[in-house]
């Protein structure tokens, strides 16, 4: 018996493909037979098998057995030959089964429906075409206001995808600025530039308390605009001394997410005077042993098979993300900081010694408006600011990510609560997606779920949250053993996380005047694993230290804030493992090639020493690590390369090897200087700074990009960033 076909059909009505196969595909002149999955083909050996001698011709009735079972809310289609010679006009016989489920079948993507909530409930919206959600949405504690927020999160992502050539404008100029000789600084891009618009004085329609005249000083240093990232960076501003408002769209200290990272990554917090080390193990909801990287061979070549992958020090340590951003919020206030949330940003003008942003009261609907030096845009995914400085296309890629925190019901055994699995698959390609689950224990019996998978950006297929969902509750059991009637529903999980195919350190803008990105809004993620949380604390000394560095000497022009951000060339040559785990919109994959791809190179990594596995998966391995498991991974699977090649296409692959170059000349470049170069700075830092702050935080930049941003971090002690007073550094 042998395999002959192995296909994944785009829909979860296995039922309707079976039937379809047994009455109404046609194989001509095989003789049909209905099994209770599927047909058996009874092949006459009378036709001649092209390019077998006389001696192999079949000498007795052949057979084929075509079968169809439903995995991950979708189906799946094998045909066994029962005999070890090939049947007569097998392939054309397989080709035309082929087009006919794919013509029968083809790839959709469905939308959300259009809905009016003040005419229905979200559940009565819903319920038709997402019956598994509404049902268990309706079991959870705020269930309705976390199903809109899905819903509502989802369209405004849409929104952004499919219009890509009309983002919503928000960033506007004051025309003084627009005639000022600081015209150069502004325009990055002449495709990307932002209109100059007059607006008309509504200072009297806006609950403003902090309205100023031309020449007065803003009543803040910095106005964050998103709560959950923006928060940390802002309470470690305000400890320095900084004036900061911080503005949340929901009720502040809300989180859609829990977060996941180790000790040695969260050190960065402690180190900078965020949190004690009492308040670290405070927000610890688990710890774990171990944690586990494990997906589906089944269906593989043997050279694609892997062994689970064990990373006990990577995202070993569970939070609880709403009291970190509690902790961090009562920080920020503790350091003079304010908290307006329940607030919605509307927009911003732009002028030469501040920015204005404009906002609306959400329980109140009264508009506010508030002044300051710098704002800071931490609103996540669908920042519409970060699409508009981008042109619309603020993204290459992005995993929509569903989930929910269960607070008990699983069976004894179900699960070690000393253990989280990090990356796992228990299936193949289903319906255009590659399905990823992460597990990780927290509170007692709380267990926190999230699926998701590596999306390319399309505007017929921007990727959806609501059909995710209707996956998750459909195929949860699957993954790991429950009754779903039993399960005790905390909170819903759920985001869209951006991904940046970054091919050189200057080709995303991050910045305007007296404007910068932060966070998701500025693609700071790790291409691999898409843990947006984790990439902003890792990078959180060298954001802090630069923008500090901005502020003491005024430097809040475009110029100069697009030197502050976290690009990594380590992190950027990575970026065609997440386009590979991608399934281009529009084509049909074998169903097991991405988990063939993951498990050539995860194989990889548990052959190593663990110390290379947490590099790769923490954003830090350097030049020579890469190059070796790159060697490796083509050695051990040459189809790899094909297959990456087929799913990135030449222009994706030309970019790539962009990436590449600019990653070994850095790396080269970081060899001969990291060295003497610090200490280089160090000494001519005093004399320096003061005379020339421009060049010194070029200087700065530099620095950064030749250690962190080629994986080999320099440890930043609190007292580096000095303090807003004094106005000057300690030692580097």
């Known amino acids: 018996m042998k395999e002959v076909l192995y296909l994944e059909v785009p829909t979860p009505d296995v039922e309707t493909v079976k039937t379809w196969l047994q009455r109404e595909f046609e194989p001509q002149t095989e003789a049909k037979v209905i099994t209770s999955s599927g047909i058996r083909l009874t092949v006459s050996p009378a036709t001649v098998v092209e390019g077998l001698t006389s001696e192999t011709q079949p000498e007795s009735t052949a057979t084929l057995v075509i079968f169809v079972w439903s995995l991950q809310r979708t189906t799946y289609l094998k045909v066994f030959r029962w005999s070890t010679q090939p049947v007569p006009q097998e392939k054309t016989l397989l080709k035309r089964l082929t087009q006919a489920l794919r013509d029968r079948f083809p790839n959709q993507y469905p939308q959300p429906p259009t809905i009016d909530l003040t005419r229905q409930s979200i559940f009565d919206a819903l319920v038709e075409r997402y019956p598994l959600t509404v049902k268990y949405f309706q079991k959870m504690p705020n269930g309705e206001y976390d199903l809109t927020r899905v819903y509502w999160w989802e369209q405004r992502w849409r929104d952004g995808v499919q219009n890509p050539q009309q983002p919503r404008q928000v960033v506007f100029e004051r025309e003084d600025l627009a005639v000022s000789g600081q015209r150069s600084a502004v325009s990055i891009n002449s495709e990307l530039r932002i209109q100059n618009s007059k607006f008309r004085t509504q200072n009297s329609k806006l609950s403003d308390s902090s309205a100023l005249t031309p020449d007065s000083s803003p009543p803040y240093d910095l106005i964050y605009v998103g709560g959950a990232l923006g928060v940390i960076h802002a309470a470690v501003m305000a400890k320095l001394g900084y004036r900061v408002l911080l503005l949340e769209r929901l009720p502040f200290g809300k989180m859609n997410r829990e977060w996941n990272i180790s000790r040695s990554e969260f050190q960065s917090l402690i180190n900078l005077g965020l949190l004690t080390p009492h308040e670290f193990e ?208 905390k909170k819903p999980t759920f985001g869209y996380i951006p991904g940046h195919f970054t091919t050189g350190r200057g080709d995303r803008q991050v910045a305007f005047d007296r404007l910068i990105a932060l966070g998701d809004a500025a693609s700071l993620q790790s291409p691999l694993i898409f843990t947006g949380f984790g990439s902003l604390v890792r990078n959180l ?86 190059n070796r ?43 001969l200087v990291r060295g003497w170069f610090p200490a280089l700075l160090r000494q001519i830092q005093p004399w320096l700074e003061p005379r020339f702050p421009g060049f010194w935080l070029w200087l700065l930049a530099q620095r ?29």
């Open 629 to 671: 498991m790159a060697l490796t991974a083509a050695w051990k699977n040459p189809k790899l390369l094909l297959w990456i090649w087929d799913m990135a296409g030449a222009v994706d692959f030309g970019r790539w090897l962009g990436s590449y170059l600019d990653f070994t000349l850095t790396a080269f470049v970081s060899s």
């Open 704 to 732: 950064y990009n030749l250690t962190d941003g080629v994986g080999r971090p320099q440890t930043v002690q609190p007292e580096v960033i000095g303090a807003v007073e004094e106005q000057t550094h300690a030692p580097i």
């Open 541 to 626: 000394p060298r954001l802090t230290h630069l923008l500090d560095t901005a502020l003491k000497h005024d430097l809040l022009s475009a110029k100069h804030l697009n030197q502050i951000r976290a690009y990594q060339s380590n992190v950027a040559v990575t970026w065609l493992f997440s386009k590979g785990m991608m399934v281009p919109t529009g084509r049909n994959l074998p169903p097991e090639r991405v988990n063939a791809m993951l498990n050539t190179f995860f194989g990889i990594l548990a052959d190593q020493p663990p110390a290379i596995a947490e590099a790769f998966i923490k954003d830090r391995v350097d030049w020579v690590t890469f």
């Open 282 to 489: 405070s927000v610890i909801a688990r710890e774990y042993v171990d944690g586990f990287h494990k997906f589906f061979d089944a269906n593989n070549p043997p050279q694609a098979k892997a062994p689970v992958l064990h990373t006990p020090t990577v995202l070993n340590v569970g939070l609880d993300a709403e009291k970190l951003l509690r902790t961090c919020g009562e920080k920020l206030r503790s350091y003079g900081g304010e908290i307006w949330d329940e607030t919605e940003f509307n927009r911003v003008e732009v002028d030469r010694s501040q920015v204005t942003v404009h906002a609306k009261h959400l329980p109140t609907g009264g508009l506010r408006s508030v002044s300051g030096r710098l704002l800071v845009d931490a609103m996540g995914t669908a920042s519409p600011i970060a699409w508009q400085l981008n042109g619309g296309r603020a993204f290459d890629s992005v995993c929509p990510t569903v989930g929910a925190v269960i607070a008990s019901g699983f069976e004894p055994g179900v699960w070690d609560a000393r253990y989280g699995d990090v990356l796992n698959s228990h299936g193949d390609i289903s319906r255009g997606r590659q399905l990823i689950w992460e597990l990780f224990p927290a509170d007692g019996e709380e267990l926190t779920f999230y699926l998701f998978h590596y999306h390319q950006v399309h505007p017929e297929n921007p990727g959806s949250l609501l059909e995710m969902y209707e996956d998750f509750f459909t195929i949860l059991p699957e993954y790991r053993r429950c009754d779903m009637e039993q399960l005790v529903w």
